[in-house]
């Protein structure tokens, strides 16, 4: 089991920055690949980003794409999610993943075997 906790959530107006992070601890951290996720009120949970063990292949929705960006740090046990020029419809409660499973499933939650209590992100208008 990785022990997940997020932090760096917060408000911001729109256009702005967050960088949001995620410690782990527990097993071997290189050995998972990582995601984040969100949801908002109302909402499923949805995919936004995931990274592969090494750091060497991300993947992002369609929704951030060119706006956020993933990295880990495997000496640090750590991943992070660098969110710019942000919108209200990324206000959500942001969550980070570990799976060990198959890369390809990178977009279904039900892969991931660990989640942290996740982090408030609110973007006004």
């Known amino acids: 089991q990785v022990q997940l906790v997020e932090s760096g959530g917060g408000l911001v107006q729109a256009g702005g920055s967050l960088r949001l992070s995620c410690a782990a601890s527990g097993r071997t951290f290189s050995n998972y690949f990582m995601g984040w996720f969100r949801q908002a009120p109302g909402k499923e949970r949805e995919f936004v980003a995931a990274?592969?063990?090494?750091?060497?292949?991300?993947r992002y929705a369609d929704s951030v794409k060119g706006r956020f960006t993933i990295s880990r740090d495997n000496a640090k046990n750590a991943v992070y999610l660098q969110m710019n020029s942000l919108k209200p419809e990324d206000s959500a409660v942001y969550y980070c993943?570990?799976?060990?499973?198959?890369?390809?499933?990178?977009?279904?939650?039900?892969?991931?075997?660990?989640w942290g209590q996740g982090t408030q992100v609110t973007v006004s208008s």
């Open positions: 990274i592969s063990w090494s750091g060497g292949t991300t």
């Open positions: 993943a570990a799976a060990s499973g198959f890369f390809s499933s990178r977009e279904n939650p039900g892969v991931y075997e660990d």
